[in-house]
T-cell receptor
Framework: DAGVIQSPRHEVTEMGQEVTLRCKPI?????LFWYRQTMMRGLELLIY????????DSGMPEDRFSAKMPNASFSTLKIQPSEPRDSAVYFC????????????FGQGTRLTVV | AQSVAQPEDQVNVAEGNPLTVKCTYS??????LFWYVQYPNRGLQFLLK??????LVKGSYGFEAEFNKSQTSFHLKKPSALVSDSALYFC???????????FGQGTTLQVKP
């Protein structure tokens, strides 16, 4: 397996534009996580899916953020409209089942909103 | 409230010396604990975990960690550091009660030749 695959690796966009980040989890993993990493706030959990169903989205900063998992092999994180404070590295991770099995992280998407 | 503390922003050791990266946690219920490592421009990589069982857990690349319930700690250790161990290390904790994993702020390990 190629691991968790995220695209794009880098994204530069203007304030107010819509941004969509994509993730392909490891085949057979039931849980998928979106994290955001910044210098100021460290690593924050945004949302957690289990069997394609959102279980906990309490970390999603505000209504501008939304995430979907239409099937077991694909998830998106969308920001609309984007703001400069959304600039961060966004990681997708997957695990066999929940938080007590090891998570495998993608290489991340570095988002810069100017 | 659930929390994880890594009290040192940076740890410096000489190659060949033992290293320790500290972590303390606060969760309700029985904890599960993880260590991850992050190299520059990469995602986090799993090193080891404690769920139940032996308090001393052995992981990848010669790392180990000891679960200490009375001190609520889960320090990462390695007997002999390598320059290639230089990276950012994250401790994470959770429990069945909380249903999520919380990461510490990370500790940068610098191993000098």
């Amino acid at each position: 397996d190629a691991g968790v695959i995220q695209s794009p690796r880098h994204e530069v966009t203007e304030m107010g534009q819509e941004v969509t980040l994509r993730c392909k989890p490891i085949s057979g993993h039931n849980s998928l996580f979106w994290y955001r990493q910044t210098m100021m706030r460290g690593l924050e959990l945004l949302i957690y899916f289990n069997n394609n169903v959102p279980i906990d989205d309490s970390g999603m900063p505000e209504d501008r953020f939304s995430a979907k998992m239409p099937n077991a092999s694909f998830s998106t994180l969308k920001i609309q409209p984007s703001e400069p404070r959304d600039s961060a590295v966004y990681f997708c991770a997957s695990s066999l089942e929940g938080f007590n099995t090891e998570a495998f992280f993608g290489q991340g998407t570095r988002l810069t909103v100017v | 409230a659930q929390s994880v503390a890594q009290p040192e922003d940076q740890v410096n050791v000489a190659e060949g010396n033992p290293l320790t990266v500290k972590c303390t946690y606060s969760v309700s219920g029985n904890p599960y604990l993880f260590w991850y490592v992050q190299y520059p421009n990469r995602g986090l990589q799993f090193l080891l975990k404690y769920i139940t069982g032996d308090n001393l857990v052995k992981g990848s690349y010669g790392f180990e960690a000891e679960f200490n319930k009375s001190q609520t700690s889960f320090h990462l250790k390695k007997p002999s550091a390598l320059v290639s161990d230089s990276a950012l290390y994250f401790c994470a904790s959770g429990s069945g009660n909380t249903g999520k994993l919380i990461f510490g702020q990370g500790t940068t390990l610098q191993v000098k030749p």
